[in-house]
């Protein structure tokens, strides 16, 4: 879930203070080190790796390309976060206190900013989606490449899968809300021996996808610090 930067507080939410690691450890990881990764165990560890602007992402669970701004070694120096937390929090807490150690321990300051965004509406081919329903016994089985993606999912994971293979926002116009077995395959982008990304999804999928411009909140790192002594 989206955590909004500037909002109302109620007298007792203003009581409440902020949900925090017990205990929390930064150090840098050397050049060629692993990409972002977060798993929040049941016995109450959390570890990630990742750039400062991943981390962000991650953090407030959003996608690359609503997160913009900061020094240049926010999207490049890597940096591996061990932390502790008392008893097993659920995803949306974890998530919380990492908020608050990238902002204390990188000085870490964001705001908000609507822009007009280059997006891609998906929306349904003019005799509808060609998708069979997804196998129950099947449903959360997705495998994916620069090539392919396969599922038995809704159309929220292929949204997602389109954008990170476009690198822009695909926005979901198609009002399909059932899970379908979804087999799409495409050819690299320049190379003749098989369907654009564009026609695989009209041809294999009965959908299509269109260029246009949306407005979307972008979070901006105002300010960042390399983080502070463990």
Request: proline fraction near 8%.
């Given at each position: 879930m989206r955590v909004p930067l500037l909002f109302l507080l109620s007298?007792?939410?203003l009581a409440q203070p902020a949900l925090q690691f017990e205990v929390a450890t930064i150090k840098p990881v050397a050049p060629g080190g692993a990409v972002l990764g977060g798993i929040s165990t049941p016995k109450g560890k959390f570890n990630a790796i990742g750039t400062l602007k991943a981390l962000v992402e991650y953090a407030w669970s959003l996608p690359f390309y609503q997160v913009s701004g900061g020094p240049k070694w926010a999207s490049s120096e890597l940096f591996e976060?061990?932390?502790?937390?008392?008893?097993h929090a659920g995803n949306p807490q974890v998530r919380a206190m990492l908020q608050e150690l990238l902002k204390q321990r990188f000085q870490l300051e964001l705001r908000e900013e609507p822009r007009p965004f280059k997006v891609f509406f998906l929306r349904q081919g003019k005799r509808g989606s060609k998708m069979p329903p997804a196998n129950p016994d099947a449903l959360g089985q997705i495998s994916a490449s620069n090539t392919f993606f396969r599922?038995?999912?809704?159309?929220?994971s292929l949204v997602a899968a389109l954008s990170n293979q476009l690198q822009s926002p695909v926005l979901?116009?198609?009002g399909l809300t059932a899970n379908y077995a979804i087999d799409l395959n495409w050819a690299p982008a320049g190379t003749p021996d098989g369907p654009s990304l564009f026609s695989a999804v009209e041809e294999q999928l009965g959908l299509r996808l269109e260029s246009g411009k949306a407005p979307m909140t972008v979070?901006?790192?105002t300010r960042a610090e390399h983080p502070s002594a463990n």
């Amino acid at each position: 879930m989206r955590v909004p930067l500037l909002f109302l507080l109620s007298a007792a939410a203003l009581a409440q203070p902020a949900l925090q690691f017990e205990v929390a450890t930064i150090k840098p990881v050397a050049p060629g080190g692993a990409v972002l990764g977060g798993i929040s165990t049941p016995k109450g560890k959390f570890n990630a790796i990742g750039t400062l602007k991943a981390l962000v992402e991650y953090a407030w669970s959003l996608p690359f390309y609503q997160v913009s701004g900061g020094p240049k070694w926010a999207s490049s120096e890597l940096f591996e976060i061990t932390a502790k937390q008392e008893g097993h929090a659920g995803n949306p807490q974890v998530r919380a206190m990492l908020q608050e150690l990238l902002k204390q321990r990188f000085q870490l300051e964001l705001r908000e900013e609507p822009r007009p965004f280059k997006v891609f509406f998906l929306r349904q081919g003019k005799r509808g989606s060609k998708m069979p329903p997804a196998n129950p016994d099947a449903l959360g089985q997705i495998s994916a490449s620069n090539t392919f993606f396969r599922g038995h999912t809704g159309v929220k994971s292929l949204v997602a899968a389109l954008s990170n293979q476009l690198q822009s926002p695909v926005l979901d116009q198609t009002g399909l809300t059932a899970n379908y077995a979804i087999d799409l395959n495409w050819a690299p982008a320049g190379t003749p021996d098989g369907p654009s990304l564009f026609s695989a999804v009209e041809e294999q999928l009965g959908l299509r996808l269109e260029s246009g411009k949306a407005p979307m909140t972008v979070l901006i790192i105002t300010r960042a610090e390399h983080p502070s002594a463990n």
